[in-house]
């Protein structure tokens, strides 16, 4: 037979041969294994409803002040989607962080930077600039940054914040790890017509989703009670494409109603409690 006429060097090489088939075939599989996984993993929390901690993890073991770099610092720990936070203007055009209209007794469209940044937040931390944040964010690139741009006195003052906030994104490399919302739907277009590919969802709550497509908005981030009262709306939202947030959910029955619904993402002070649910 024919095998009896190989030699040592031909036998060596046909092992040689053997060995690299298997190899490789077996690098195949597991490659595709894996490839399989990583799809299956993303289809699944794809599927979830993603948590966003608002305005931080501010009410956590200890607790700390919202919006403040703690806050974030917080919610990048915890392994949330995202972490929302809100900007302003100062009078000078500088772009901090801060809910209310108010640090303070000043408000902080009518006084500069100066005269904010001499108070500082209730847990020690100076007053935040968007500079700031967005530097802490950075530092976590799974967590997304949440942004929502605070309505202005007029249309005018709403696009230089716009304006200023996509610049410092843009600058700071940040755009894949940035998402923005808006009480003003003027914001909104706004941000769409700078930088088409940034998403953007409306807080306001009395646009249906046939609406906010026909605006060119990427999702509706409603308060909870909007979708109570139209409940066809989140199931409608997704038919037509749209990312579906809900706020602020503090109430673990109302999350798990907006759950069964399907939504997509919901913004709420208790991250910890919804996380894992």
């Given at each position: 037979?024919?095998?009896?006429?190989?030699?040592?060097?031909?036998?060596?090489?046909?092992?040689?041969?053997?060995?690299?088939?298997?190899?490789?075939?077996?690098?195949?599989?597991?490659?595709?294994?894996?490839?399989?996984?990583?799809?299956?993993?993303?289809?699944?929390?794809?599927?979830?409803?993603?948590?966003i901690?608002?305005?931080?993890?501010?009410?956590?073991?200890?607790?700390t002040?919202?919006?403040?770099?703690?806050?974030?610092?917080?919610?990048?720990?915890?392994?949330?989607?995202?972490?929302?936070?809100?900007?302003?203007?100062?009078?000078?055009?500088?772009?901090?962080?801060?809910?209310?209209?108010?640090?303070?007794?000043?408000?902080?469209s009518?006084?500069s930077?100066?005269?904010l940044?001499?108070?500082?937040?209730?847990?020690?931390?100076?007053?935040?600039?968007?500079?700031?944040?967005?530097?802490?964010?950075?530092?976590?690139?799974?967590?997304?940054?949440?942004?929502?741009?605070?309505?202005?006195?007029?249309?005018?003052?709403?696009?230089?914040?716009?304006?200023?906030?996509?610049?410092?994104?843009?600058?700071?490399?940040?755009?894949?790890?940035?998402?923005?919302?808006?009480?003003?739907?003027?914001?909104?277009?706004?941000?769409?017509?700078?930088?088409?590919?940034?998403?953007?969802?409306?807080?306001?709550?009395?646009?249906?989703?046939?609406?906010?497509?026909?605006?060119?908005?990427?999702?509706?981030?409603?308060?909870?009670?909007?979708?109570?009262?139209?409940?066809?709306?989140?199931?409608?939202?997704k038919?037509?494409?749209?990312?579906?947030?809900?706020?602020?959910?503090?109430?673990?029955?109302?999350?798990?109603?907006?759950?069964?619904?399907g939504?997509?993402?919901?913004?709420t002070?208790?991250?910890?409690?919804?996380?894992?649910?």
């Amino acid at each position: 037979m024919w095998f009896i006429f190989l030699n040592k060097s031909h036998i060596n090489y046909l092992y040689q041969k053997f060995r690299d088939f298997v190899f490789n075939y077996l690098n195949y599989i597991m490659k595709n294994f894996i490839l399989g996984l990583a799809v299956l993993s993303t289809v699944l929390m794809k599927a979830q409803t993603q948590i966003i901690a608002h305005r931080g993890y501010f009410q956590a073991q200890p607790p700390t002040t919202e919006n403040s770099i703690t806050s974030l610092e917080n919610a990048q720990k915890l392994k949330v989607y995202g972490s929302e936070f809100d900007v302003r203007m100062t009078k000078d055009g500088v772009l901090v962080i801060n809910h209310d209209e108010h640090h303070g007794k000043m408000e902080i469209s009518e006084a500069s930077f100066k005269e904010l940044e001499a108070l500082k937040l209730s847990n020690g931390e100076k007053f935040p600039t968007l500079k700031d944040y967005l530097k802490q964010g950075k530092k976590d690139p799974s967590v997304k940054l949440i942004v929502e741009i605070k309505p202005a006195k007029t249309p005018e003052i709403e696009n230089e914040i716009t304006q200023k906030t996509i610049k410092m994104i843009k600058d700071m490399k940040l755009e894949s790890q940035s998402e923005f919302i808006s009480f003003s739907l003027n914001i909104c277009k706004e941000i769409k017509k700078l930088a088409p590919a940034f998403k953007v969802q409306y807080l306001n709550g009395e646009l249906s989703p046939e609406q906010i497509k026909k605006e060119g908005l990427d999702g509706m981030d409603y308060h909870y009670s909007v979708f109570q009262k139209n409940p066809t709306w989140i199931s409608e939202a997704k038919t037509l494409g749209l990312i579906t947030n809900s706020w602020t959910v503090n109430d673990v029955a109302v999350y798990d109603e907006l759950k069964k619904q399907g939504i997509g993402f919901v913004t709420t002070n208790i991250p910890e409690q919804l996380k894992d649910k």
